[in-house]
Nanobody, 128 residues
């Protein structure tokens, strides 16, 4: 069974940093990507960054480009994807989710509700 679990959220002041982690286990695919999404209060969920687990290529939305960095650790049984978030802004406040598999690259990050898996999310709060 595919399972994803996020961790690392918390409260931070504007300008600060946080590192989120997504642990993915039970992955049956050979080639896939994991994405980070976020949902702010009263707003739709948005995809912000994704990474190909096989080759490490990444895609960033403009809203986080230059501030957030995604990386992965291909362990044997559990893949970890990290999101280093620097220069945080109050508008980064949201619940952050990881999901797999996602379409990564091109102009956006895509999901397929028929086959994707999601973690339960971790709350990031950035105070001004």
């Amino acid at each position: 069974e595919v399972q994803l679990a996020e961790s690392g959220g918390g409260l931070v002041q504007a300008g600060g940093s946080l590192r989120l982690s997504c642990a993915a286990s039970g992955i049956p695919w050979d080639t896939y990507a994991i994405g980070w999404f976020r949902q702010a209060p009263g707003k739709d969920r948005e995809g912000i960054v994704c990474i190909s687990i096989s080759d490490g290529s990444a895609y960033y939305e403009d809203s986080v480009k230059g501030r957030f960095t995604i990386s992965r650790d291909n362990a044997k049984n559990t893949v970890h994807v990290y999101l280093q978030m620097n220069s945080l802004k109050p508008e980064d406040t949201a619940v952050y989710y990881c999901a797999a598999p996602v379409g990564c690259g091109g102009a956006t990050i895509t999901t397929n509700p028929a086959m994707d898996y999601w973690g339960k999310g971790t709350l990031v709060t950035v105070s001004s």
